[in-house]
């Protein structure tokens, strides 16, 4: 079955730190991999894709096939960062399958 | 920039109403989708349509639901028979043509309370 595990429910850091966001994935075939990003009272949006292995606002993901994880890093959040954001790997079928989510919460 | 809009924003029925929820795609997009999410869980798929046609659906997609194309503009999402548990933000998506182009455009929701 597919699955996501983004096992934290809530990432609280200081402006200017590290962030890391978890995600393992347990999925068949060769997936492709997205992280989405929900901002207050915004809809979802797509943050970026492994495919296109890009840096959008500082954050990048490496696919690690072997790990089957798909984290996403920052070097040093913003305020302006702290959302929900959503692990999601896609198929053929195209259909999003996504993780529960991790709330950051980025303080000054 | 074109985006998915949803109408309407917030619905309340009753219990064993029928309820429409509406969503306009971006217009050149083919792929659609509706996906919902409980409070406090996380989204979840619900069904894809294509070409006039259900292409895949989650087992939360029964008999109770249906997904329709009126015109060349809508995509709306009926649910029959409203259930307390049917209480969820739903969201509808689009995608255009291509393989490598996987990326959804999600609309803002509607969120469905069932009383």
């Known amino acids: 079955a597919q699955r996501v595990t983004q096992p934290e429910k809530l990432l609280s850091v200081f402006k200017g730190a590290p962030v890391e966001l978890k995600c393992n994935y347990s999925?068949?075939?060769?997936?492709?991999l997205f992280w989405y990003v929900q901002y207050s009272r915004q809809r979802l949006q797509l943050l970026l894709r492994?495919?296109s292995r890009e840096s959008i606002k500082g954050f990048t993901a490496d696919l690690n096939k072997g790990e089957t994880s798909f984290h996403l890093k920052k070097p040093f959040a913003q305020e302006e960062d702290s959302a929900m954001y959503y692990c999601a790997p896609t198929g053929t079928a195209s259909k999003l399958t996504f993780g529960t989510g991790t709330r950051l919460q980025v303080t000054l | 920039e074109p985006e998915v809009t949803q109408t309407p924003s917030h619905q309340v029925t009753q219990m064993g109403q029928e309820v429409i929820l509406r969503c306009v795609p971006i217009s050149n997009h083919l792929y659609f989708y509706w996906y919902r999410q409980i409070l406090g869980q996380k989204v979840e798929f619900l069904v894809s349509?294509?070409?006039?046609?259900?292409?895949?659906k989650s087992e939360i997609f029964d008999d109770q639901f249906s997904v329709e194309r009126p015109d060349g503009s809508n995509f709306t999402l009926k649910i029959r028979s409203t259930k307390l548990e049917d209480s969820a933000m739903y969201f509808c998506?689009?995608?255009?043509?291509?393989?490598?182009?996987?990326?959804?455009?999600f609309g803002p929701g509607t969120r469905l309370t069932v009383t």
């Open positions: 349509f294509y070409n006039n046609e259900i292409s895949e």
């Open positions: 998506a689009s995608r255009n043509r291509g393989l490598l182009n996987y990326e959804q455009y």
């Open positions: 492994h495919i």
């Open positions: 999925y068949s075939g060769s997936p492709e």
